[in-house]
């Protein structure tokens, strides 16, 4: 391999997994055992939010978390079961431009650690006694753009008050 070759490696983009793991993982049936004599669909409550932080030079951990909430609306919603799962993920990227790191981070890691989650869920639900929840898919790029552009728009209103 010649200088320019390997200095060539050395700048080529790299973007990969290196671990995927569930970092939390929490399942309550707070009305066990009488709630599995209702016959009535709950009702599902999501939140959702991702996060990204650096882990040294070139490595970020990127985590989803959901917190999913069924509960009976007719009865004061009382919750027949909760869970509350993180999906993490440690991700290399080097080489890439500072600008591109960000939609990296918030588009493309969520997208491939979802299917994960997705999966943590529907598991828990059913290990808790009830049907599978099945996450919707989610639009990580549209999440994304409406976040720069209230981010835009605070910086903006900020920016005429001072």
């Known amino acids: 391999m010649s200088m320019t070759e390997a200095t060539n490696q050395e700048q080529a983009p790299l973007f990969s997994i290196e671990k995927l793991y569930v ?14 004599l209702e016959r009535v669909n709950p009702q599902i409550d999501l939140q959702l939010h991702s996060q990204a932080k650096q882990l040294e ?5 990127v985590t989803i978390t959901v917190t999913v909430t069924a509960s009976i609306p007719e009865q004061e919603n009382k919750v027949m079961f909760l869970i509350e799962a993180t999906q993490g993920g440690v991700f290399q990227i080097r080489n890439v431009p500072a600008e591109n790191i960000d939609p990296l981070l918030a588009v493309m890691c969520p997208n491939m650690l ?11 639900s059913v290990r808790a006694g009830f049907a599978p929840v099945l996450l919707n898919p989610v639009n990580f790029e549209s999440l994304y753009l409406q976040q720069k552009e209230q981010q835009a728009q605070q910086e903006a209103a900020s920016a005429t008050t001072h």
Not at 23 to 36: M, R, T
Not at 114 to 124: G, H, I, Q, W
Request: hydrophobic share 40%.
């Open 57 to 61: 030079e070139g490595a970020f951990e």
């Open 114 to 124: 979802y299917p994960y989650l997705r999966e943590v869920v529907s598991d828990a």
């Open 23 to 36: 970092k939390d993982l929490s399942l309550e049936v707070p009305h066990a055992p009488a709630i599995y």
